[in-house]
């Protein structure tokens, strides 16, 4: 084990399939409205968490609601993970903003997000 350590579970992306439905249900839930509203992500922060609505899935084709972990070294995380037995799906990438995501697999193949922000 490395000193990677993570910052916790702090942003959770869901896939939607009707993103004005979805965006009703999350603002009711959350009690606040979105912080950023767009055609291709809505996403709000609520207590500290950011929700994200991914209209299809996205462009990552998630399929299933993905935590994602925070993290100071995206690069040092990924390859510790992949060391240990995950396997890349998404390497790192800027979406903006200078946010670094990426996603692994588990040995049982549920998906893992990690989260660097510059």
């Known amino acids: 084990m490395t000193d990677s350590s993570t910052q916790g579970i702090q942003t959770v992306l869901h896939p939607v399939s009707d993103l004005a439905a979805a965006k009703a249900v999350y ?5 606040v409205p979105p912080q950023t509203d767009s055609t291709y992500y809505v996403g ?13 899935g996205g462009p990552q084709g998630m ?8 993290v100071p070294d995206i690069e ?6 992949v060391a240990a037995g995950a396997t890349v799906k998404e390497a790192a990438h800027d979406v903006g903003g200078g946010r670094l995501v990426a996603t692994v697999t588990d040995p049982d ?10």
Do not use: C, M
């Not at 603002?27 to 009690?31: F, I, Q």
């Not at 709000?44 to 299809?56: S, T």
């Not at 193949?109 to 510059?118: A, F, H, T």
């Open 76 to 81: 040092a995380k990924l390859a510790e993970v």
């Open 109 to 118: 193949g549920n998906v893992l997000g990690l989260l660097q922000d510059r």
């Open 44 to 56: 709000f922060e609520a207590a500290g968490q950011q929700i994200g609505l991914v209209p299809g």
């Open 63 to 70: 399929t299933s609601p993905v935590a994602y972990w925070h």
């Open 27 to 31: 603002s009711a839930l959350l009690g």
